[in-house]
């Protein structure tokens, strides 16, 4: 049974591109979008929910098991990447690309750091799907979407390249076997055109 790997609803902060804490939660359009998540995801028999312990992936998580009855654990390994000192921040107040390969924020984690730990919680998940009976929904972050898309997940041609921002709900359907082959890539069909991320909302984190 597949991977499914998994960005959280939307926020209000993601919105309005601000960098945001742990605490942020889903706002009225991130509730809705995760339900909606929710309901696709009853197709995939999920077995078991892994997700970050933030609260924007927590409240995704919920709501796809509230759809699906499947269990929920949780793993710091798969929180965002940590900005320090500048969360809470307005991107336009920032002055700096914080997305820079070369960018080290105050107080959080530099590039190296963030890859080294979504390596490790990746190990992880892939260990935990060889147990699980039914498919294991990993809901996390953009940044990590990013980061296993780009390095440890094996992308077909005719899927695209891997994105750079990552759609609010968007699912990743993987091979649970190396090389862990993409089956369906950052995917927004169970959302309608309301519920759809504009383009803030693809830019937040």
Not at 155 to 165: K, T
Request: net charge negative; glycine share 8%; aromatic share 6%.
């Amino acid at each position: 049974m597949p991977i499914l790997l998994i960005r959280h609803g939307e926020t209000a902060l993601n919105a309005a591109r601000v960098v945001q804490p742990p605490d942020t939660p889903l706002n009225e359009r991130g509730v809705a979008q995760a339900r909606r998540l929710g309901s696709r995801l009853v197709h995939f028999e999920v077995g078991q929910i892994l997700t970050s312990d933030h609260a924007r992936a927590r409240m995704t998580a919920e709501c796809v098991q509230a759809a699906t009855g499947a269990p929920i654990e949780f793993d710091p390994g798969l929180r965002e990447r940590n900005f320090g000192d500048i969360r809470g921040t307005a991107y336009a107040d920032l002055g700096v690309d914080l997305f820079a390969v070369d960018y080290a924020p105050p107080g959080g984690e530099v590039w190296e750091d963030f890859h080294a730990r979504v390596d490790a919680v990746w190990a992880r998940v892939t260990d935990l799907a060889e147990t699980v009976t039914g498919s294991l929904a990993v809901v996390t972050h953009g940044l990590v979407c990013r980061s296993l898309a780009e390095r440890r997940l094996e992308i077909l041609e005719e899927s695209g390249n891997a994105p750079e921002r990552w759609g609010n709900t968007a699912l990743t359907v993987i091979e649970s076997v190396r090389p862990w082959r993409v089956q369906l890539l950052g995917c927004t069909a169970h959302l309608d055109l309301e519920l759809t991320d504009d383009s803030a909302a693809l830019s937040g984190l």
